[in-house]
């Protein structure tokens, strides 16, 4: 994925027959704006990775390619997918389960249950080995791999047992049967390892070593940022069983954990296809919302619902296991990572026991420290401090800012006077007052506004199409 940077724009209005494809599945197309609109460059680069050093695709959209060009990309493409199908990796894992645990050796260099017969080929110093796997370990594989904790490509990093725990509560709460467990390998695992929870739960991942561990109805290897299938139909068509809904029984949840840096509308236009494709299947998605639970930090609340206007921000304050940062143990104030969903906050019980209440002027469950304001008439604080309400600038400020006589509104104390932020021109007109994505002059602005309409809205019933005679020659 490009870098998240302030003029740069995701263009979705295109022709899929003319985007060129990387290791990750197809591209996205990107339109960099230079000053006033000029010099804007529009290209191809990877849609999952933020940093060139891990996937250097780069492709102007006029440029034309060579057929030796287009040959040697297929081969790198390749070259970068598993060594063996999903059929084949159940058929090693057979076999594998087969052998006495002494004999069971996993080799974490290169992510691979080792046949008896590979053994001697990974014995070197340069590759680290797991010895004696259990089958404990086997139906727990989130403690057999190692972390891809990389920001910028997998960011993968696990839930504590509190977190899980919570959402389970909630599904119960909600009434979930299915959950679709997209980039969140620790829940799809304990919904595995806990048939008292009475949940189903697939899997949608780009790391593909779980295709060694998960069949295929449990695991579809899946970039959730172009929506690509990566065996095609096989995988797709196991997706779309599990998500349609053909009784009042059946009611589906979608939990999502992208990278924190991740470009918040592309991920909106995947969770779109979604929604769009669980309505089209399902009998009984006229009249209600696909449930969508999406982990994000506070601090990109703004992108969020930009993105998605019909999701609300909990207070939940969701803690990781290996993360140095977003861990309720690093910080007086916990972790900064919320649960943003479609769901009605009044209809998400947080848990009183680790002092979460209800407010019932804002009727939502809020955090021990966030306080209802009535002069503001809600409970203002998102960072986990209690905020203090400041009558001069009329809202609620985070207790390590002062007001400023000089500047008219609430600053830090050490602060220099005069040096305001100045409201940025269009890129794309170079006028104040409005940003690019709302520009007059903005080609794909009509379809931007569409897109954003649509989402929230699966709750209003959809028009059968009336099926007409195919014409064409």
Not at 212 to 217: A, C, G, L, S, T
Not at 408 to 416: G, K, N, T, Y
Request: positive net charge; hydrophobic residues 30%; glycine residues 2%.
């Amino acid at each position: 994925m490009a870098a998240n940077v302030n003029n740069v724009d995701v263009i979705f209005d295109v022709d899929p027959s003319k985007v060129p494809s990387c290791p990750h599945g197809p591209t996205l197309l990107f339109a960099r704006y230079g000053e006033k609109g000029k010099n804007t460059k529009r290209f191809y680069a990877c849609s999952a990775c933020r940093d060139r050093k891990e996937c250097n695709f780069y492709q102007l959209e006029d440029e034309k390619v060579s057929a030796v060009r287009l040959e040697a990309r297929k081969v790198i493409n390749k070259q970068f997918q598993p060594r063996f199908t999903h059929t084949k990796f159940m058929q090693r894992l057979k076999i594998f389960r087969e052998c006495s645990v002494i004999d069971r050796i996993m080799c974490q260099t290169c992510a691979l249950l080792l046949m008896p017969t590979e053994r001697k080929h990974h014995n070197s110093s340069s590759h680290t080995l797991v010895r004696s796997v259990t089958d404990e370990l086997l139906d727990q594989p989130t403690k057999l791999f190692c972390s891809q904790s990389k920001d910028k490509v997998f960011a993968q990093y696990l839930f504590t047992k509190s977190t899980i725990s919570f959402m389970m509560d909630t599904f119960k709460k909600q009434n979930i049967t299915h959950v679709l467990c997209i980039g969140v390998p620790s829940i799809h695992e304990t919904i595995q390892t806990q048939s008292e929870l009475k949940l189903c739960s697939l899997l949608m991942d780009l790391d593909y070593r779980y295709m060694q561990v998960y069949p295929p109805d449990k695991f579809c290897y899946y970039n959730m940022f172009n929506h690509y299938f990566f065996d095609n139909s096989t995988s797709e068509k196991t997706f779309k069983e599990f998500i349609t809904a053909n009784d009042s029984s059946k009611k589906l949840a979608v939990v999502v954990d992208p990278p924190f840096g991740c470009l918040v509308d592309v991920m909106a236009h995947s969770l779109q296809k979604i929604i769009n494709i669980w309505q089209e299947l399902s009998k009984n998605a006229n009249g209600t919302i696909l449930p969508i639970f999406m982990f994000l930090p506070y601090f990109m609340e703004k992108k969020v619902l930009e993105a998605l206007p019909s999701f609300f921000m909990l207070d939940y304050k969701v803690a990781y296991m290996n993360h140095s940062v977003f861990n309720a143990a690093k910080s007086k104030t916990g972790s900064p990572v919320r649960i943003f969903t479609n769901v009605k906050p009044h209809l998400v019980s947080l848990p009183t026991k680790d002092g979460y209440w209800f407010c019932k002027v804002c009727h939502r469950f809020s955090a021990p420290e966030n306080k209802h304001c009535n002069k503001c008439k809600k409970c203002s604080s998102k960072d986990g401090h209690t905020y203090i309400h400041c009558d001069l600038c009329k809202k609620c400020v985070k207790p390590s800012k002062v007001h400023c006589g000089v500047c008219q509104h609430c600053e830090l104390p050490d602060h220099r006077c005069g040096f305001e932020k100045t409201e940025s021109a269009c890129h794309i007109c170079g006028e104040l007052g409005h940003k690019r994505k709302q520009c007059p002059q903005n080609k794909s602005n009509f379809e931007n506004k569409k897109r954003l309409s649509s989402i929230g809205d699966e709750n209003k019933p959809r028009k059968k199409k009336k099926k007409t005679k195919n014409t064409s020659i």
